[in-house]
Nanobody
Framework: QVQLVESGGGLVQAGGSLRLSCAASGRTGYAMGWFRQAPGKAREFVAVIRWSSGTTYYADSVKGRVTISRDNAKNAVYLQMNSLEPEDTAVYYC?????????????????????WGQGTQVTVSS
């Protein structure tokens, strides 16, 4: 059984930065992703990274402002977020996928993941 624990969320002013962490225990699989869910909105894809190669892919809405990284030795994945905007306010979730993927479409969907963390709140004030 895999458990994911997110941390690093909080309140930050617009233009600020935050680094989210996701600690994984157990068998982690091939890829880890970050999603977010704003109040009243659907959960949306943010970024994904392959454990083995470090290959990344980002949503257009965060490209250039967000960096996903991983530390295989620590079984941890990070999301560095810069130039934060009020529109980035959401609960951020990390998720894991046991199988590899051929298309980014597979990892930008919620049902492309096998296990999820509980989420961490990010609030960006204007």
């Amino acid at each position: 059984q895999v458990q994911l624990v997110e941390s690093g969320g909080g309140l930050v002013q617009a233009g600020g930065s935050l680094r989210l962490s996701c600690a994984a225990s157990g068998r982690t699989g091939y890829a880890m992703g970050w999603f977010r869910q704003a109040p009243g909105k659907a959960r949306e894809f943010v970024a994904v990274i392959r454990w083995s190669s470090g290959t990344t892919y980002y949503a257009d809405s965060v490209k250039g402002r967000v960096t996903i990284s991983r530390d295989n030795a620590k079984n941890a994945v990070y999301l560095q977020m810069n130039s934060l905007e009020p529109e980035d306010t959401a609960v951020y979730y990390c998720a894991g996928r046991f199988s590899d993927y051929r298309s980014v479409y597979d990892v930008t969907r919620i049902n492309g993941y096998d296990y999820w963390g509980q989420g961490t709140q990010v609030t960006v004030s204007s």
